[in-house]
């Protein structure tokens, strides 16, 4: 492999692109560009986003844990528990299912950048390389954040036993006030920033990777493998454009999914341990794993990391699909987690070349092992 990385720099790592906006645009129109000049055959997939969703889920959830305390307060007690289940409930529904009372305020359409490489011989099944081009920007950066998502289930449990025990009252009250803004503060601050992410390594640098890999495999195809590349929207606002993707563009044959979200930073790579939403989790497929796994022993001579948390990717949607699906992400020195995503320090700087060689050279082998398997 030998790219130049830097012309990819400045369309895909050098600016915000937020959900809705022009500048996200175009991004998706100069991949577009890019994967046509590669001779391949390029679709779009059209859906109704919401890029204000989860800004508005954090002002519900001000407004909601603040009505608490106060009918708490009042001694309306019924009246407080009302409120707590809906609110938590509609939460649940928005962040899990994707049904919100809100979900047609500030509707935008989006789409999101297809391209697809036939297989040299019949075709058996089909991989899938995906990443997401949006950004967003937030207060909290997920190191800061964990601590709010610890205490959420015990806040909670406070609000309801308060709402039964005289003796808790004082302490749902507050629990109520802590979590409502709490929430506020860490889905719906950041609208407010003026300095913006430029999203260089969640998730540019896997498009970079992604743009790189349909250039080489579209020169020479996988035998019995078709290989889409997928370069999402809509993924910072609760996963909701691979969701509507999947929803509505049922896949045919046996597919699985090799998702980049985190990488750039490093020639090391990790997959994410588990996918989760607010109630229920997934595992990475154990196969995906395995060729990954290989795959990183052979060209980076030590193995694969397994990040000890979760997370919340593109992966989940697919996975929720019940399609084997994994995320690949930098794995950085000591494995630290990658601090200041979604935050102005998410910049170019942060990508190295060689990073993007390694993590390309990686996949293809996979892709090469998961071919060859068959
Ligand atoms: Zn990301």
């Known amino acids: 492999v030998s790219t130049d990385w830097a012309s990819l720099i400045e369309p895909l790592a050098s600016g915000p692109r937020e959900n809705g906006t022009a500048q996200l645009e175009h991004a998706l129109l100069f991949i577009e560009t890019q994967l046509k000049a590669s001779g391949l055959a390029v679709t779009s997939f059209e859906y109704s986003g ?33 409120i707590l289940v809906i609110t938590a409930g509609s939460l649940v529904l928005d962040f899990d299912y994707g049904l919100s009372l809100f979900s047609s305020v500030g509707a935008v359409q989006e789409r999101h950048v297809l391209a697809l490489v036939p297989s040299a011989q019949p075709v058996q099944s089909r991989l899938i390389f995906s990443s997401h081009v949006d950004t967003k920007t937030d207060l909290f950066d997920h190191v800061q954040r964990a601590p709010l998502d610890v205490a959420t289930p015990i806040l909670l449990l406070f609000m309801f036993l308060g709402c039964a025990l005289k003796v808790l009252r004082k302490a749902a009250m507050l629990s ?103 109630a229920r989790g997934y595992l990475p497929d154990e196969t995906l794993v395995e060729a990954l796994s290989a795959a990183h022993e052979k060209i980076n001579h030590h193995p694969i990391h397994r990040t000890w948390y979760p997370a919340s990717t593109d992966a989940r949607a697919f996975l929720s699909h019940r399609i084997p699906a994994v995320t690949v992400a930098s794995d950085l020195p000591e494995h630290e987690i990658q601090r200041g995503l ?16 390694a993590t390309t050279e990686i996949l293809l082998e996979t892709a090469r092992q998961l071919d060859a398997a068959q």
């Open 50 to 82: 919401h890029p204000y969703r989860l800004r508005i889920a954090g002002l519900l959830a001000l407004v909601g844990g603040s009505s608490f305390a106060w009918l708490l307060h009042k001694k309306k007690t019924p009246w407080a528990l009302l």
């Open 176 to 278: 109520g006030l802590t979590l409502g803004l709490g929430l506020f503060l860490t889905l719906s601050a950041g609208a407010f920033l003026n300095q913006r992410s430029h999203g260089a390594i969640d998730s540019g640098a896997g498009c970079m990777v992604l743009l790189e890999l349909a250039q080489t495999i579209g020169r020479s195809p996988l035998q019995h493998t078709e290989v889409q590349f997928v370069f999402f929207s809509g993924e910072e606002v609760g996963i909701e454009g691979s969701e509507a993707w999947l929803r509505s563009a049922p896949l045919p044959l046996k597919t699985r999914v090799l998702n980049l979200d985190g990488v750039g930073a490093s020639a090391s790579l990790a997959f994410l341990r588990a996918e989760r939403y607010t």
């Open 342 to 357: 979604h935050s102005s320090q998410d910049q170019s700087s942060r990508i190295s070349a060689a990073a993007l060689e």
